[in-house]
């Protein structure tokens, strides 16, 4: 809920990249992407509420809370995602479809890799050959989209979404296959990538309701 406008914060080829393949962000990562403002051990919270009770409030609120974050206290590490931000930029380039950037991280993949790079690059194409073709392209578009939309216009665009992905998209087969038969192996339609056309990303994209009829029509009034 709301990806489409938070992951927005972040550099856009980090968002796509983040967004397409449902890659978990630690804190440190978190911090990378300009997520979150600190990064703190778990053993650290244990004298949160003491820090609160003892910090020296001012009228600058925010300020004042960032007083009680300073270091030693947090981590400033960086997260294993800082050390692939070059691949990322150079894979999920905003003007690429899906289909694009598939056929990049394979061709990279052909090139000479540390252990690490190739781990990477095999595991993001794995996701992104693995997910439906159809709604990795809406998802793509709905990402670029949202960068330029209010909160309130994001929930909106991403309820239709979600309405027309259960009434005619692959949700139910994601699901048979992965909660309910759990042989692993949905048929999506279309199939593949390539087979995807702009028209049915832009179906997907096109909301349902018209003007005041949309369930979420006074959010953000």
Not at 67 to 84: I, K, M, R, W, Y
Not at 187 to 197: G, Q, S, Y
Request: glycine share 8%; aromatic share 6%.
């Amino acid at each position: 809920m709301g990806a489409t406008h938070f992951l927005a914060k972040m550099p856009v080829e980090m968002a796509l990249y983040v967004g397409l393949t449902g890659a978990m962000l630690s804190g440190a990562d978190a911090l990378h992407c300009g997520l979150a403002d600190a990064c703190v051990p778990g053993e650290w919270l244990d004298g949160y509420e003491a820090r609160l009770l003892a910090a020296q409030w001012s009228g600058d609120v925010h300020a004042s809370l960032r007083e009680v974050f300073v270091a030693p206290c947090h981590e400033a590490n960086d997260g294993a995602l800082a050390s692939f931000t070059p691949l990322i930029v150079r894979h999920f380039d905003r003007r690429l479809r899906v289909e694009q950037i598939v056929a990049s991280l394979r061709a990279d993949l052909e090139r000479e890799h540390a252990q690490a790079e190739r781990a990477w690059l095999e595991a993001t194409l794995e996701a992104l050959t693995h997910y439906s073709p159809t709604m990795l392209e809406v998802t793509r578009e709905a990402l670029l989209r949202g960068r330029q939309m209010t909160l309130a216009e994001c929930f909106r665009m991403e309820l239709g979404i979600v309405g027309r992905a259960i009434e005619e998209g692959d949700f139910c087969e994601g699901v048979r296959a992965h909660l309910v038969d759990k042989d692993r192996k949905p048929r999506w339609a279309p199939a593949t990538l390539v087979e995807v056309r702009p028209e049915r990303v832009q179906h997907f994209l096109a909301s349902p309701w018209r003007g005041e009829a949309h369930p979420l029509a006074d959010l953000g009034a």
